[in-house]
């Protein structure tokens, strides 16, 4: 179990200029990841160093997106005005939570513009609905990982999150530091700082021009 990615919505008219706007500020450049078509959702990927990404995901206007738990997560967080969805972590094997949670985990996969076909299963997404500071699990399954789609030259360093660390710890039935792994300081926030809700607050990325916070 490792950190994999962290999600950020927005709507689908402000899609081109947030993604503009966050490459502009980390010196990076996105990369178009394509429609999730199971979701009803599309996103742009940025890759960072030790195999994160950073994930710009906006709803379409598809019934797949009131369809689905990641598209009505997606299409609610762009209704209250985007920001910072969730954080996510990858895992060899779902299964272990799969019986954890006692239901069986999603598949997705989107095309990219490159035709390559990329696919996964991913569990959890009720409760990050019900929870905004727990991750939802994400297990790969085919082809490369989005953090290789181009050179990373910016790096996770540290998560503000609002939220409390037994709750979290439970949730992921590991310890969260190992979870998250090495590199990456995880700041509480109270949530009665972060306007009474739990979640992450802002990311901070360190860039060839210095660290960038994001919120």
Same mark, same amino acid.
């Given at each position: 179990?490792?950190?994999?990615?962290?999600?950020?919505?927005?709507?689908?008219?402000?899609?081109?200029?947030?993604?503009?706007?966050?490459?502009?500020?980390?010196?990076?450049?996105?990369?178009?990841?394509?429609?999730?078509?199971?979701?009803?959702?599309?996103?742009?990927?940025?890759?960072?160093?030790?195999?994160?990404?950073?994930?710009?995901?906006?709803?379409?206007? =598809? /019934?797949? +997106? @009131?369809?689905? *738990?990641?598209? %009505?997560? $997606?299409?609610?967080?762009? #209704?209250?005005?985007?920001?910072?969805?969730?954080?996510?972590?990858?895992?060899?094997?779902?299964?272990?939570?799969?019986?954890?949670?006692?239901?069986?985990?999603?598949?997705?996969?989107?095309?990219?513009?490159?035709?390559?076909?990329?696919?996964?299963?991913?569990?959890?997404?009720?409760?990050?609905?019900?929870?905004?500071?727990?991750?939802?699990?994400?297990?790969?399954?085919?082809?490369? =990982? /989005?953090? +290789? @789609?181009?050179? *990373?030259?910016? %790096?996770? $360093?540290?998560?503000?999150? #609002?939220?409390?660390?037994?709750?979290?710890?439970?949730?992921?039935?590991?310890?969260?530091?190992?979870?998250?792994?090495?590199?990456?300081?995880?700041?509480?926030?109270?949530?009665?700082?972060?306007?009474?809700?739990?979640?992450?607050?802002?990311?901070?990325?360190?860039?060839?021009?210095?660290?960038?916070?994001?919120?």
């Amino acid at each position: 179990m490792r950190l994999d990615h962290v999600s950020y919505v927005t709507s689908h008219d402000q899609l081109a200029d947030t993604v503009q706007r966050l490459g502009s500020r980390l010196g990076s450049t996105f990369v178009d990841g394509g429609v999730h078509p199971r979701f009803g959702t599309r996103n742009f990927t940025l890759p960072l160093a030790n195999g994160h990404y950073l994930e710009v995901v906006c709803p379409l206007d =598809h /019934p797949a +997106t @009131d369809a689905s *738990a990641f598209g %009505k997560a $997606v299409s609610q967080r762009a #209704a209250e005005g985007g920001g910072w969805l969730t954080w996510v972590v990858s895992v060899d094997d779902v299964a272990p939570i799969e019986a954890r949670l006692g239901r069986p985990a999603v598949e997705g996969h989107r095309v990219k513009p490159d035709g390559t076909d990329l696919s996964w299963k991913q569990i959890g997404l009720l409760g990050t609905m019900e929870d905004a500071q727990l991750p939802f699990f994400v297990q790969w399954i085919a082809n490369h =990982h /989005p953090s +290789t @789609d181009g050179k *990373a030259v910016a %790096k996770i $360093v540290k998560i503000e999150l #609002a939220g409390d660390e037994n709750t979290i710890t439970k949730w992921l039935g590991s310890d969260l530091h190992s979870a998250i792994g090495d590199g990456v300081e995880i700041v509480w926030v109270p949530a009665s700082e972060n306007d009474g809700d739990n979640g992450i607050v802002a990311v901070h990325l360190a860039t060839p021009t210095g660290v960038v916070r994001l919120d």
